[in-house]
């Protein structure tokens, strides 16, 4: 079956050797307080057409999901862990309209929840990694650091059974066990430091906000301010280590690589947005091998194996990620990290077999 798309251009994404440009026409990023991060560029790789089925994997405020119901008649799914995303979903005209349906639970295990909604193939996924702004401005879910609240980090609310807060691991955890999660997930130079102290302050009084924390890393990291003004806040890494921990972003992440791999039909098209190393190597890593770029010996070792002859699921209309637009960082500086990665389904077996 020949693709829907030419691997070199994608309808309103253009790359080219500068970059990419993109055009989105009555496309509107901002809406409720909410910033859809790289929304032109997300449409322009999707390309909506009328009849097709999307995934937008991570839901929160909807824009996604909006902006792709807005662009043709078509089918959305938007799936989300946090109860608070699929409440505030009812309001909204595309909810209300029937064009977009919210699905409760996580992006890695979209397959069998669109397979209880009659879905088992799709056209398009998008996925916005990392927490939302919605997480992020509410204390009260204690994602943030610069406003005091419970230290808890759980995508699927407070209440949630499925997994402990952030403040079970720093006043449960050894220090070994802290350091490591603080180093592998935030890359944070400093973890051993970090998690002596936390080990050493729980005993006289546990932590149980997100403040207190942050203080307390703040007392151990001293920063020499900037000219520009531009410092990173002490806590920043370790924060962003225990919430992926907490809510296994990254397990998530590989879960719903794979089954997107299963899910889009030949020509459909993925578009995934990450905001640091850690989640862009992973996409890289398997956008690279599901497009053939896996290493195929050399001249000292020739071997081929048999399955890097076979044709590869993917492929990429760029190898390079995408940066956001200078106009978009300004609008919006949590934009300033963000990368998007393109691929287009093949009409090639899914490398793992297709799931039962």
Do not use: W
Not at 37 to 56: G, K, R, S
Not at 159 to 171: E, G, K, L, T, W
Not at 288 to 299: I, L, N
């Amino acid at each position: 079956m020949t693709p829907l798309f030419s691997p070199l251009s994608i309808k309103g994404l253009v790359f080219s050797s500068e970059g990419p440009s993109s055009s989105g026409p009555g496309l509107n990023a901002q809406q409720d307080g909410h910033y859809s991060v790289m929304l032109p560029e997300i449409i322009a790789a999707l390309t909506p057409q009328d009849n097709e089925v999307f995934v937008d994997g991570t839901f929160g405020a909807g824009g996604y999901s909006r902006a792709i119901a807005q662009q043709a008649d078509c089918k959305v799914f938007g799936i989300d862990r946090d109860p608070t995303a699929h409440e505030n979903a009812k309001k909204l005209p595309e909810v209300i309209a029937g064009k977009v349906s919210t699905l409760a639970g996580c992006f890695g295990d979209m397959q069998p929840l669109l397979k209880q909604a009659g879905i088992n193939k799709v056209d398009g996924i998008a996925l916005d990694l990392g927490v939302s702004s919605m997480q992020l401005d509410q204390a009260e879910r204690g994602f943030s650091f610069q406003e005091d609240g419970p230290l808890d980090m759980r995508m699927d609310g407070p209440n949630s059974d499925r997994r402990p807060p952030a403040s079970h691991i720093v006043n449960t955890y050894d220090e070994k066990e802290i350091a490591d999660i603080l180093y592998k997930y935030g890359e944070e130079k400093k973890s051993r430091l970090i998690a002596r102290a936390i080990v050493t302050d729980r005993v006289e009084k546990p932590f149980e906000t997100t403040l207190q924390l942050a203080d307390l890393i703040r007392r151990i990291i001293r920063q020499k301010p900037r000219k520009d003004g531009k410092n990173i806040h002490p806590a920043t890494r370790s924060f962003q280590a225990l919430r992926i921990f907490v809510n296994d972003e990254l397990g998530e992440l590989e879960r719903g690589l794979e089954a997107a791999e299963q899910l889009l039909n030949p020509g459909g098209r993925l578009a995934i947005v990450s905001f640091h190393s850690l989640e862009d190597r992973i996409v890289k890593k398997f956008l690279r091998e599901r497009s053939g770029g896996t290493p195929q010996g050399s001249r000292h070792s020739p071997t081929v194996e048999p399955a890097a002859l076979r044709k590869a699921p993917f492929t990429l209309p760029t190898k390079k990620a995408i940066a956001p637009s200078d106009k978009e960082c300004n609008e919006n500086p949590r934009s300033r990290s963000a990368k998007l990665r393109v691929a287009i389904r093949t009409d090639a077996p899914c490398t793992q077999g297709e799931a039962a």
